[in-house]
């Protein structure tokens, strides 16, 4: 049994924890939000009043929050993660932010006797809930061992991508390829309906053909399809619109860094903003299909 330390429990570190502690793990986890702590306290989590309380004991503590100025936040400061874990605890972070944050988060653990781990995933919330998720990690060679068995329970696949941040920077580039997906899928699937074709038959059409994606696969924003589709509940976020803006954002960013022009992700951000702006920030990134039906609804 392992005393891991977990912070943020939502959409993600819900069904993530729970893995572990059905594998048999302790895990002492906290989060602002009082329902996502009630949900995983119904899973076996024990849910704990602050961050020190968490990450005391633990041999390994991993953050799963929204962006990097959260990141930064929950690690830094006299209630951080920095000030009250021991240097022993390896330090993993799986949300998805800037490379900026992750090489600030390498570098004050360095600083301060921490190993550190940037170790985003994929795979969505059904991938967190099955177990199944892909991490991707970038750090020391000893590092990324041990972290690699620690993610076991939540994961099918483990991949060392390389160095201090690149973990991080194999994550940018892969979900700005779903988003990209993920228009391509939304496009797809007006089109076709408005070419009167039945929606399960161009779907399973696009499934043995070209087409096919994991966006296709998983995210199909057409009503009673595809089972771990948002479109079945009303577009209630899975995976919301300002976090695939923010992770969007992030491409372009390190599209400007490095000269390479991004002209799709640019067109992705577009309608993200125009839901974000219709008020639409909280619901499913898959609302994004609204975007192409010919007069808004879906
Ligand atoms: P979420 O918004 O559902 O959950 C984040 C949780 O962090 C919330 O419960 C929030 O209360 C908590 N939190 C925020 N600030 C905190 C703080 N200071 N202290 C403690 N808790 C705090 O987000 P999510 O969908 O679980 O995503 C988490 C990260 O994983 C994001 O970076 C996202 O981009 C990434 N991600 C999401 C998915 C997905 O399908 N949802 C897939 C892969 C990666």
């Given at each position: 049994m392992t005393n891991y330390g977990w912070i943020g429990l939502g959409n993600m570190g819900g069904p993530m924890t729970a893995n572990l502690v059905k594998a048999g793990h302790r895990v002492r986890a906290f989060d602002l939000n009082p329902e996502a702590c009630a949900a995983a306290a119904a899973e076996g989590v024990e849910i704990v009043e602050n961050i020190a309380a968490a990450v005391l004991d633990a041999e390994v503590v991993f953050t799963m929050l929204p962006k990097g100025e959260h990141v930064r936040s929950v690690f830094d400061g006299p209630e951080g993660i920095w000030a009250n874990a021991k240097t022993s605890t390896l330090l993993a972070d799986s949300s998805t932010v800037d490379i900026e944050t992750s090489r600030f988060c390498h570098e004050q653990s360095a600083a301060r006797g921490f190993r550190f781990v940037d170790s985003p995933v994929s795979g969505g919330i059904s991938g967190a809930a099955a177990g199944t998720l892909a991490f991707m990690l970038g750090g020391a060679d000893d590092a990324v061992r041990d972290a690699t068995g620690f993610i076991e329970p939540m994961s099918g696949k483990v991949i060392a991508?390389?160095?201090?941040t690149a973990g991080i920077a194999a994550k940018i580039c892969n979900n700005m390829m779903l988003f990209i997906d993920l228009m391509a899928a939304s496009e797809g699937s007006q089109l076709a309906e408005h070419l009167g074709l039945d929606p399960q038959v161009f779907w399973e059409i696009a499934s043995v053909s070209s087409a096919r994606s994991w966006a296709q696969q998983?995210?199909?924003?057409?009503?009673?399809?595809?089972?771990?589709?948002a479109a079945n509940h009303?577009?209630?976020?899975?995976?919301?619109v300002d976090l695939a803006r923010k992770d969007i954002g992030l491409a372009l960013q390190a599209g400007i860094a490095t000269g390479v022009k991004l002209p799709a992700a640019g067109l992705v951000r577009e309608h993200l903003d125009a839901l974000i702006d219709e008020g639409l920030a909280d619901k499913d990134c898959s609302l994004i299909v609204k975007q192409v039906s010919p007069d808004g609804s879906v």
């Open positions: 991508a390389g160095a201090a998983t995210w199909y924003p057409v009503p009673g399809i595809v089972p771990t589709s009303n577009f209630d976020a899975t995976f919301r």
